[in-house]
Each structure stands twice: as structure tokens, then as C-alpha cells.
């Protein structure tokens, strides 16, 4: 529907598409080239890198196979462990050897010698030190060198509370004769090997990029750095072939799909595969970066073309957006307009054409406004008309004497409210009064208000002493008030506390509280919807309401009148209206 009804939108559309289509192409292409290439670069780069890791692995399994031959340096220690006598000296002189390989290295989870000779076996573990055993896993003590001993059996990789091990053992011989005096066992935390592999994890947070480490010919899988590795299977549980010493071949890791980038060793006879895998994103990221780039400078090609095309059209077509604005206002009732360009072109003269009607039925406007006021001003004179004020006034003065003769003081006083309010609302020559008179008004209404109600309803009222004088339309403050009695507290709980605060600064700020049953959103935005059509009511039922003062306060005030209203039901609903004055028509006694 923007296409069809917009023949901007047709020229932009058209011309971005024969610009985008052969850069697109272009973009396409360039990316499958550069992909290739990068991953020919990741597969080398990486390929590398765990050559220089194998080779750190391997040192530090040397490291292990030096400490595991370090019995061999000590003559006490290997003449104790040709003995076939448990003596308690031997025993404490093997502890204390067992005790210190385990010293050596802080990721030594425990360290075993099981003798051949006596059947001993003397184990330490972080638990031994509180007097707790752990229990290790029984190992296999072959009768002489020749008999058949692998890698298979050297090499495992086992648990120890629950924590993965690269279990050693080493068969301690005594040379020259092929007799195996006892199996020495090194379990090796992997804290050691994770920090060696980190380096070859990659540089890229969270990039799925995992380093794997099998030993023996079955892909024992001793450490995956990264994300949990799938249960062991064939070929470590990784599902894909690997041919050669080094290769890469296509697969998955954890639902992700890449690359498995793999280099084979041997240390000893102990086989040794590093596998790492990269994900696709991370091996298209230079791709994908050096796209990014092409794509920003067709990007930066296309914008100027889209920025010079939508400069001339938004020159030629701005003003008669303008228009539509300005249109769509003063169907609402609203003639503030936007202000014209200056234009001296056609669409110039079109604006100020518009602008001139506009004012011209504001000013209609305001005059059929101004006579519907009148028109009510006239109805309501008529309403009041209907009762003869003198017989009205004669009629409660009579009650009041009559009260005041059987001693109903409160009876007389009311009815003299009575006669005051009725006295004021009747005038209907005086258009504005000084401000005192209208908060006397309002405190005879809710004195008879407050006898009404009881203890039920109760008001405050402010008023600074240098704004009793000031001249303000009558009739203001008693729609508000009764509006806040009868909708907020006879609809809502029945009780509550009006409170009239009058300030006086640059300008008049009245505002009328109460803690009633409060205002919805939608009566607020109707109460604004309507001052802003400029509606006023007449019927009995709403009477001189809110929307009545509201409408009364802008006709004399013009743009100077403000107002407000803030409503949280029984809590607080605030009615504000700020009304300009005039300093020098302030009345200096404000009787």
C-alpha cells in the first residue's frame, strides 16, 4: 500500500534495485573465493599451533616418566623394596618417598606403590592427611619385564572423587634382572594439561571452539577444553574419520556444525591425538569481516544514491506534507498550524493560502463559540429567573427568625448559608468577583456540605492573604468542589477530605483535592478531547460543570489558562487551574 500510494517511494524503490542487484552479485561471489581461502588459512594456522601444543604434552609426560623413575636415584630405597619383610623402618622409609613424589607437583591427586615383595601398598591422597583412605582403582602387577605390558595398561584415564585422572604406572624393575619389585601409580589431576591446551582454545568468547586430547590407540579421551564433550564411542565419540598423521575433515560437536582439525603424536609408545574443532562461524569470521566490508563500501555507495534522490524529493515534497499535517489538525478542532516555509515557489503560496483560511475559521469558530456561551449564559439567567429572588430571600429570613425564636441557633445559621449562596449565584450582573468573595461562596457551600454529611466529610482551604484581592471569573470554584463531592465521594466510599489550595506567584495556581473515588484515564483524555473541540454542555445534568469552567476560563484568558488534572482513586485527585492576574487590577481591600 506505501509503494502504491507514494510515487517517491516508486522512484527510491526502483532505483535502489539496479543498484543492489549486480552489487549483491558481486558481494556473492567475492565471499564463496574468500571463504575458501580462509579456511585453507585456518586449517594450517591451527594445525601449527597444536604441533607446538603436542610437543608441550609430550614434555610434560616426560616430566612424569622422570618422577616415576625417580626411585631408581635412592640405593636405601630400592634395597628396601628387593626386602620380603614388612619391618616398620622400610615401611616408613617407602611412606616417606611415596610422600614426597606426591609433594612434587600441586595437580597430583594421589600417588600409589603397591609392592610386588610383601603385597603392601602405600597410597597418599589429600584425604590422608584427616585419616581418611580413598579408594584407587586395583592395578595389575605383571611378574617380570617381558611380560606383555602396553600402553593399554601404562595409560588410563580413570576417576578419583568424581574427578577425571591420567592414571601412570610404572613398573618399578630391578635392574639388571627382569624382576618386578613393585607398580608405582601416578594419578595426575588434568589442571596441568587443561592449562597447556587454553592457549589453542582460541581467542573468541564463547566461540564453540573446543580442544580434545585422546591417548592410546582406542581414543581414550583424557581432556576437552570448552563445552561437555559427548559420551566416548568410536574414534572418542566425535563420529568422523581421521586418515593420516594430520588432516581435517566436516562434522558436528554439540549440534554446532565445523571443522575437526586434528595432528597425531607419539610419546614413547604412548599414541597421542589432539583434535580441535571450530565452528563455521569461526572459520567464516574473516570471510564474514572482510564481506562486512564490501558490504559497508556498497552500503556507503547506496546511501549516497538513496540520501541525493530522498534530498530532492523531500525539497519538492516536505511543504505538501506540511499541508497534510496541518489538514489532519484542523479536522480535529485544533487551528495552531504549522508555521509557513517562505516560500515564493507554488507550493509557498499554497501554504500561505491554507494558513489564511485557517485563521479565518478560527475566527468563525471562536464567534459561533462565543454565542453558543452566550446562548447557555442565557438559559441558565432563565433557570435562575424562574424563582423570585425577593420572595425567596423574604421566605428564608422568616425561617431563620422562626429558628432563632425556638432556639435552633444552627438551624438559623444554615439557612442564612443558604441565602448567601443563593444571593451570590443569583447575580447575573457581576461577570467577575475579587477572590475573597468566591472562597466565602465556597465556604458557605461546604458548611452546609459538612452538616450534610457529618462526620463523613471534611475540607481544608488556603488561601495567601495578597490573593484575596485578585479578580476571578465568577462561579470557578464550586463546580470543581461539588464535583469532587458528588462524583468522587457519594460514588465512590461515601467519606473522604476535600482540600481548596490557593497560591499566588506570576500566576493564580488553584488546585482542588480530594481523596474520592477518582478520575479514569479515559474520562481525563475525554475532559481534554472535549476542551480541545472547544465543547461546552448545557443540559441539566451536567450543568456549569468541569469542562463549563474550563471552557469559561480559556475564553477569558486565551492562551494564559492552563490546567491540570492527576488522579490515583482514593488516594489523591487534583484538579489545577492557572490563572494569569493583572497586578495593577488587583484590588487593594478585598472586602
Known amino acids: 500500500m506505501w509503494l502504491k500510494k ?4 516508486k522512484l527510491l524503490v526502483g532505483m ?78 617407602i611412606t616417606d618417598q611415596v610422600n614426597s613424589i606426591y609433594n612434587n607437583r600441586p595437580e597430583f591427586q594421589a600417588v600409589q606403590y603397591t609392592s610386588a615383595m610383601t603385597g603392601q601398598t602405600f597410597a597418599k591422597t589429600d584425604l590422608t592427611q584427616v585419616g581418611l583412605t580413598v579408594p ?57 594439561v587443561g592449562r597447556l591446551l587454553k592457549p589453542l582454545s582460541g581467542t573468541v568468547p564463547n566461540g564453540g571452539e573446543t580442544i580434545l586430547l585422546f591417548i592410546r590407540k582406542d581414543m581414550k579421551l583424557l581432556l576437552a577444553s570448552g563445552e561437555t564433550p559427548h559420551p566416548e564411542g568410536a574414534d572418542g565419540g566425535l563420529g568422523v574419520d581421521m586418515e593420516g598423521v594430520r588432516g581435517s575433515v566436516n562434522g558436528k560437536w554439540n549440534g554446532r556444525s565445523g571443522l575437526f582439525i ?34 559497508a563500501i556498497q552500503v556507503v555507495a547506496v546511501l549516497f544514491i538513496l540520501v541525493l534522490a530522498a534530498i530532492l524529493s523531500y525539497w519538492t515534497i516536505s511543504p505538501v506534507k ?46 459561533e463559540y462565543r454565542n453558543r456561551l452566550e446562548l447557555t449564559t442565557a438559559r441558565l439567567k432563565m433557570l435562575q429567573a424562574q424563582i423570585n429572588p425577593h420572595f425567596l430571600y423574604n421566605t428564608l429570613q422568616s425561617i431563620g427568625t422562626l429558628a432563632l425564636r425556638h432556639g435552633s441557633d444552627e438551624i438559623s445559621d444554615k439557612i442564612a448559608e443558604l441565602g448567601s449562596i443563593l444571593r451570590y449565584s443569583m447575580d447575573l450582573e457581576t461577570e467577575t468577583v475579587p477572590l475573597q468573595k468566591e472562597i466565602r461562596h465556597i465556604e458557605h457551600y461546604m458548611s452546609l456540605q459538612t452538616g450534610r454529611f457529618k462526620n463523613k466529610l471534611s475540607y481544608t482551604l488556603s488561601c495567601p492573604q495578597e490573593g484575596l484581592g485578585v479578580r476571578v471569573p465568577k462561579m470557578i470554584l464550586q463546580p470543581l468542589v461539588e464535583n469532587s463531592i458528588v462524583h468522587g465521594m457519594e460514588k465512590g466510599s461515601g467519606s473522604g477530605t476535600v482540600h481548596i489550595g490557593i497560591e499566588l506567584g506570576r500566576e493564580l495556581r488553584i488546585r482542588v483535592m480530594d481523596n474520592g473515588k477518582g478520575m479514569e484515564q479515559a474520562v481525563i483524555e475525554r ?17 456549569i460543570g468541569l469542562i463549563n469552567v474550563l471552557q469559561r476560563l480559556r475564553l477569558c484568558y486565551e492562551g494564559g489558562f492552563q490546567w491540570d488534572i492527576q488522579s490515583a482513586p482514593y488516594e489523591a485527585t487534583v484538579i489545577t487551574l492557572i490563572i494569569p492576574y493583572d497586578m495593577e487590577a488587583k484590588e487593594g481591600n478585598a472586602g
Not at 604412548?270 to 572459520?283: G, N
Not at 516560500?343 to 471562536?366: A, C, I, K, P, Y
Not at 475532559?527 to 450543568?543: A, K, P, W
Open 136 to 192: 584407587l582403582p586395583p592395578v595389575r602387577i605383571p611378574r617380570s619385564e617381558e611380560e606383555s605390558w602396553g600402553p593399554e595398561s601404562r595409560y588410563d584415564v580413570t576417576a578419583i572423587n568424581g574427578e577425571s585422572v591420567l592414571a601412570f604406572h610404572k613398573p618399578i624393575v630391578d635392574y639388571p634382572s627382569p624382576t618386578v619389585l613393585g607398580m608405582l601409580s601416578l594419578y595426575v589431576g588434568l589442571d596441568e
Open 262 to 295: 586434528y595432528v597425531r603424536g607419539q610419546f614413547m609408545d604412548l599414541p597421542l591425538t589432539m583434535v580441535k574443532f571450530v565452528p563455521s562461524a569461526v572459520v567464516n569470521e574473516s570471510a564474514n569481516r572482510t564481506l562486512s566490508r564490501v558490504l
Open 527 to 543: 475532559i481534554q478531547r472535549e476542551f480541545d473541540e472547544r465543547q461546552l454542555h448545557t443540559g441539566q445534568e451536567r450543568g
Open 16 to 93: 535502489l534495485i539496479s543498484a543492489i542487484i549486480p552489487l549483491s552479485l558481486s558481494s556473492i561471489i567475492s565471499y564463496k573465493t574468500t571463504t575458501r581461502s580462509v579456511e585453507r588459512q585456518v586449517i594450517e594456522l591451527n594445525q601449527n599451533t597444536m604441533d607446538s601444543g603436542m610437543d608441550n604434552i609430550k614434555r610434560y609426560l616426560n616430566e612424569l616418566n622422570h618422577l616415576s623413575v625417580s626411585f631408581y636415584h635412592d640405593q636405601t630405597l630400592m634395597r628396601y623394596l628387593r626386602s620380603q619383610e614388612a619391618v616398620p623402618v622400610q615401611t616408613l622409609y
Open 322 to 367: 506540511r499541508l497534510l499535517r496541518s489538514i489532519a489538525r484542523v479536522e480535529t478542532g485544533n487551528f495552531d498550524v504549522e508555521p509557513a516555509t517562505g516560500r515564493r515557489d507554488e507550493l509557498g503560496v499554497l501554504e500561505h493560502r491554507f494558513q489564511t483560511m485557517v485563521v479565518s475559521l478560527d475566527d468563525l469558530m471562536n464567534r
Open 6 to 9: 507514494s510515487l517517491f517511494a
